[in-house]
């Protein structure tokens, strides 16, 4: 039964929220235009704030939903822990379409708001001042997830919350490596810049 809980979070992460509502409004591809992400960010950058925000809101769901129900339902906190794992792989990795997704922030931050929210407040925190020095996204959201682990040995001193922390930032850089290039050449988009087309 926990098993297949853990493939129904995935499943729930795998909710292609950006890739349907910019199709509702634009008759678009998402995923060809920008960085091809299906997050909020990109979804911003093409559809606006009144597409970007219930994407943004539906994606931190897809992470807070299952930790949430693992718990009320099962009483079992690793099993929680797999659960956000899983539908941060599922919105990465969405089976529906061809495994091309987002890049996981939205729904780490989900999965953290139940798991570990004081750490969490911290890390956004952290964040937003990144991004209002910098106005790098990429920068900003990278940034308070690795400052994320650390938060959550200093304030929860709880060892998984801090593994899982630690294998959801991987996962997340790994997903930025264009985003990384970017930066590094000088060519990453900021805060606010839309995409023509």
Known sequence: MKALFVLIAYLLGAFPTGYLLVRLKARRDIREVGSGSTGAT???????????????????????????LAVRLFSDYHLALLSVLAAVIGHCFPV????????????????????SPGSLAI???????????????????????????????????????????????ILVLIRHK???????SG??????????G
């Open 42 to 68: 990109n979804v911003l950058r093409y559809g606006g704030w009144q597409v970007a925000i219930p994407v943004m809101v539906l994606d931190v769901l897809k992470g807070y939903l299952p930790a949430l």
């Open 96 to 115: 529906y379409l061809g495994f091309r997704g987002g890049k996981g922030v939205a729904t780490s931050v989900g999965g953290f708001l139940f798991l």
């Open 123 to 169: 890390s956004l925190i952290i964040t937003l001042i990144m991004l209002a020095i910098f106005r790098y996204v990429s920068l900003a959201t990278l940034t308070g997830l690795l400052i994320l682990p650390f938060m959550i040995i200093l304030i929860d001193r709880n060892l998984m919350a801090f593994y899982l922390a630690c294998l959801i930032f």
């Open 178 to 184: 264009d985003n990384i290039r970017r930066l590094i």
């Open 187 to 196: 060519t990453e988009r900021k805060f606010g810049e839309k995409v023509d």
